[in-house]
């Protein structure tokens, strides 16, 4: 089945450590993308990559990371620096296609539960 | 810049009702506008979605949402509601031409739908 996975699905971390969230999927999707859920907030944009090797800051970067090293893979390192972690983390892929496409309809992963202890 | 407002931030009904949930947006170019759907702890499931074309769009679940180009709006409805349709819902919008960041989704915050038996 394709899709999207990420891990792990609950994550504990003390303060001044750093945090890697791990998304894969199998969809052959270019476009994949990261946001952070908090509680009456919506879904905020942290990270965005179209293509491999390359990826662009979204809405709420700092204290954030992200690579793309492989089509199906897009990490993202929460680090010491983001004051806040605690939240609901979730992982979308999408096709990218020419200019007035249906293209932006995003799947999403199942979310990781970061806390900080 | 777009924007996405979600006029109700909880919504109660009894089963059996009718629903719907509002959604307006504001943006200078023409778009592309998206339902989903969040269960708790999990990832978010599209529910409908409109590219072009007929202004009344149906989508899974018994869901239907109505594009009103005049009013800016894409509201949501169902005619009759179940104890399992509690969950929260998600309207977004993207820009029809992509390019850059222009075809990410921006999300508004979210109506958390309480079916009550």
């Known amino acids: 089945d394709g899709g999207i996975t990420q891990s792990p699905k609950y994550l504990f971390r003390k303060e001044g450590q750093n945090v890697t969230l791990s998304c894969e999927q199998n969809?052959?999707?270019?476009?994949m993308y990261w946001y952070r859920q908090d509680p009456g907030q919506g879904l905020r944009l942290i990270y965005y990559?179209?293509?491999?090797?390359?990826?662009q800051k979204g809405d709420i970067a700092e204290g954030y990371s992200v690579s793309r090293e492989k089509k199906e893979s897009f990490p993202l390192t929460v680090t010491s620096a983001q004051k806040n972690p605690t939240a609901f983390y979730l992982c979308?892929?999408?096709?990218?296609?020419?200019?007035?496409?249906?293209?932006?309809?995003?799947?999403f992963g199942p979310g990781t539960r970061l806390t900080v202890l | 810049a777009q924007s996405v407002t979600q006029l109700d931030s909880q919504v109660p009904v009894f089963e059996e009702a009718p629903v719907e949930l509002r959604c307006n947006y504001s943006?200078?170019?023409?778009?592309?506008l998206f339902w989903y759907v969040q269960y708790p702890n999990q990832g978010l499931q599209l529910l409908l979605k409109?590219?072009?074309?007929?202004?009344l769009v149906k989508g899974i679940n018994g869901f239907e949402a109505e594009f009103n180009k005049s009013q800016t709006s894409f509201h949501l409805r169902k005619p009759s509601v179940h104890i399992s349709d509690t969950a929260e819902y998600f309207c977004?919008?993207?820009?029809?031409?992509?390019?850059?960041?222009?075809?990410?989704?921006?999300f508004g915050k979210g109506t958390k739908l309480s079916v009550k038996p």
């Open positions: 979308a892929s999408s096709i990218v296609g020419l200019a007035g496409g249906p293209y932006n309809e995003q799947f």
């Open positions: 969809l052959n999707h270019d476009a």
């Open positions: 990559s179209q293509i491999v090797n390359d990826f």
């Open positions: 943006s200078s170019v023409s778009v592309y």
């Open positions: 409109y590219l072009s074309g007929s202004t």
């Open positions: 977004a919008v993207s820009d029809r031409y992509y390019g850059g960041s222009q075809g990410n989704l921006i």
